[in-house]
């Protein structure tokens, strides 16, 4: 299952030659995570207080375009690998109505104990979440 989140490039989101800063699209990752997360039934903060945090473990971004102040950009996520103890999210980022993606990547999550920051298996501990994040994986192809 692929999630879009829509974003309309700010203006301090780019650089002095109006392009959208290479720092700006993990910013936007997250937003469209967040969104694909809301998918679940659960949101990220109701995730927290159930005592699951989900840090970054890997993150990598490939860009191939451009955006610019004002441009609409489109973000789909689809969760492209799951373990009892990690998520792996891909992204591909739109410009338009353009077919091409000007950005892809990728950001691995390990699940682990709010209190603790021990690994945990969510698989274990939340049966029903687990599978409904199980049932949205979307491998690359």
């Known amino acids: 299952m692929k999630t879009e989140t829509k974003i309309t490039v700010r203006y301090a989101e780019t650089d002095q030659m109006g392009v959208t800063h290479h720092a700006v699209y993990p910013v936007w990752y997250e937003?469209?995570?967040t969104d694909l997360i809301k998918e679940t039934g659960v949101s990220?903060?109701?995730l927290e207080k159930m005592g699951v945090m989900t840090p970054?473990?890997?993150l990598s971004c490939h860009y191939s375009g451009v955006t610019h102040y004002e441009d609409i950009v489109t973000v789909q996520c689809w969760i492209s690998r799951l373990t009892p103890a990690?998520?792996?999210f891909s992204y591909a980022t739109f410009c338009g109505d353009s077919e091409k993606p000007c950005n892809t990547?990728?950001?691995l999550h390990g699940c682990v104990d709010a209190k603790t920051f021990r690994p945990?298996?969510?698989k274990k501990r939340f049966p029903e979440f687990y599978a409904?994040?199980?049932s949205m994986v979307?491998?690359?192809a």
């Open 31 to 33: 937003a469209a995570r």
């Open 44 to 46: 990220y903060s109701q």
């Open 56 to 58: 970054v473990v890997d």
């Open 86 to 88: 990690r998520i792996e």
């Open 105 to 107: 990547g990728k950001s």
């Open 120 to 122: 945990i298996n969510l």
């Open 132 to 134: 409904k994040l199980e």
């Open 138 to 140: 979307e491998p690359d």
